[in-house]
């Protein structure tokens, strides 16, 4: 189950006590005519009850079957998305997805139309771009010395490159940004509800520990419920510029930066074998370059269109996702009788 329910037991047994203490202070209260005592007392009868009524509910709520996980499934599913769970995240359809669209092995679907995950979206640019780097960068440190003159083609190739570095930096930076949300999401599905649930259970009941109890069990319902629904709300917002991003097109941009590659090589190649004369050189070297750098023009913009959508996907949904997320754990917070304040990070 999501929810052991042998923390069920500890949490009636300890409200079962706070009652019976609560019940003893009032009874001394007014034994003693105290209005301290028997204020106390009074408040903590009705928190004692109120604990009784949200144990209640978030086991019914969280276990197995339960109505706010069999919600979350609802609209999860409702949001016509698909991905294949594994057996730690089978609980929580919402979870899955999210797992499955940063990090997932197999492509996702979103409106009945497949996609490959960011992460193998984001690894299979970034190979060929290296490589492509590589042999542009090699290409540009040749030099050619005709008697005293040395002719090198870095300046040419230096703005491409350029392009390529920065491409290169974001696709790195969008990766370990995938793995780490994969990672945190893979942590919630085990840790939120099995373990920091029940723990804010029992805390709550005591009154010592009430408004700490409060809080973790806000900042579990928080990242169980409300922060893997905000990645299903944001794939299908973003899936009418993700056509874009869809298997067939991150594959034929994939075949035509190989051929690109291969271009390079062949270029290359037919220039060293050009060793008749030095202008022969010279003008075999420039007419390759000059054609290699015209044929990027549309590639290096199709390229930046696809950096630009991973880092949308990366990086500013996922800030929006989490804002979301802190807010309804503060609001969850005050609900159970705590308060979180995240500062001047959440003012803003």
């Known amino acids: 189950m999501l929810l052991d329910i042998g923390i069920y037991g500890i949490s009636v047994t300890l409200i079962a006590i706070m009652l019976s203490v609560a019940g ?5 209260g007014y034994a003693i005519d105290d209005r301290r005592l028997k204020e106390f007392g009074r408040s903590e009868i009705y928190q004692s009850l109120i604990n009784g009524v949200i144990v209640g509910t978030l086991i ?31 609980g929580n359809y919402a979870i899955c997805f999210a797992y499955n669209y940063l990090v997932g092995l197999q492509p996702v679907t979103i ?49 491409l490159l350029t392009a390529l570095d920065y491409v290169i930096e974001a696709l790195t930076a969008a990766v370990v940004s995938i793995e780490v949300q994969g990672i945190l999401l893979n ?4 840790v939120a509800i099995p373990v920091l649930l029940p723990i804010g259970i029992v805390l709550r009941t005591v009154y010592f520990t009430r408004r700490l109890g ?29 056509s874009s991003l869809s298997s067939g097109s991150v594959s034929n941009f994939i075949l035509s930066e190989t051929a690109a590659n291969n271009n390079i090589v062949n270029g290359a190649l037919g220039v060293s074998s050009n060793t008749k004369n030095a202008a022969g050189i010279v003008a075999g070297f420039t007419s390759s370059i000059n054609s290699l750098v015209q044929g990027f023009d549309g590639f290096i913009n199709q390229l930046l269109g696809f ?9 500013f949904l996922p800030v929006f996702s989490l ?6 754990i503060r609001e969850l917070a005050r609900i159970l009788g705590s308060e979180i304040s995240f500062g001047r990070l959440y003012n803003f």
């Open 307 to 315: 950096v630009a959508l991973i880092i949308i996907d990366t990086f």
């Open 187 to 190: 942590f919630i599905a085990i």
């Open 323 to 328: 804002i979301l997320t802190m807010i309804s």
């Open 24 to 28: 003893m202070v009032l009874g001394i």
């Open 60 to 90: 019914v709520a969280f276990s197995t079957g339960g109505f706010f996980t069999i919600l979350i499934n609802s609209i999860t599913g409702s949001a016509s998305v698909s991905a294949s769970c594994d057996q730690a995240m089978s």
């Open 214 to 242: 409060g809080a973790i069990m806000a900042i579990a319902i928080g990242l169980f419920a409300v922060f893997p629904l905000t990645y299903v709300m944001n794939a299908v917002l973003s899936s009418t510029y993700l």
């Open 111 to 159: 409106n009945n139309v497949a996609y490959p995950t960011l992460i193998d979206t984001s690894m299979s640019l970034l190979a060929p771009v290296s490589v492509l780097y590589a042999g542009l960068s090699l290409l540009g440190s040749i030099k050619l010395t005709i008697g005293v003159i040395s002719i090198g083609f870095a300046s040419m190739l230096n703005p």
